[in-house]
């Protein structure tokens, strides 16, 4: 195919920006959906019940469409809401994954000493106090019986 018969792809839209809020009022965005819903069915089957009676006369046919463009109007503004939270926590996702990884990387890059615990204490007073606790209590043990 030349160079003439190809479509000239479009750019694809430049994204929002994800804006930085307030958890509840992401929450309450989201449980806006519902009246915004109600909202738009209202809406929509008001106008085509208006639009009956003054202009088409076309019972019941204009109310219907009218229901039509509110119930298409009502799903939109779920799938909106729902790319916005999709967006949202992807976006909570990459920043806790690089997080991770960096705090994997600077583990990695200053590993903690290992130590030998009982060598710590070598010479501790504590040390001797619980030899000599634990040696009285088996001899009690012995001693008494089960």
Avoid: C
Wanted: aromatic share 6%; glycine share 8%.
């Amino acid at each position: 195919m030349s160079e003439q018969g190809k479509r000239p792809t479009p750019p694809s839209a430049p994204r929002a920006p994800i804006v930085e809020r307030a958890r509840w009022f992401q929450l309450t965005e989201a449980a806006s959906v519902g009246i915004e819903m109600a909202a738009a069915v209202g809406v929509g089957a008001g106008l085509g019940i208006y639009l009956e009676r003054n202009v088409t006369h076309w019972a019941p046919w204009t109310t219907y469409i009218g229901l039509g463009i509110g119930l298409s109007a009502a799903v939109l503004a779920v799938v909106r809401t729902a790319r916005n939270f999709s967006r949202v926590i992807a976006a909570e996702e990459a920043e806790e994954a690089e997080r991770a990884a960096n705090a994997a990387a600077s583990a990695a890059a200053n590993p903690a000493p290992k130590t030998n615990m009982r060598a710590d204490l070598a010479g501790d007073p504590r040390d001797e106090e619980y030899e000599q606790a634990a040696a009285h209590l088996a001899r009690r043990f012995d001693r008494d019986g089960p």
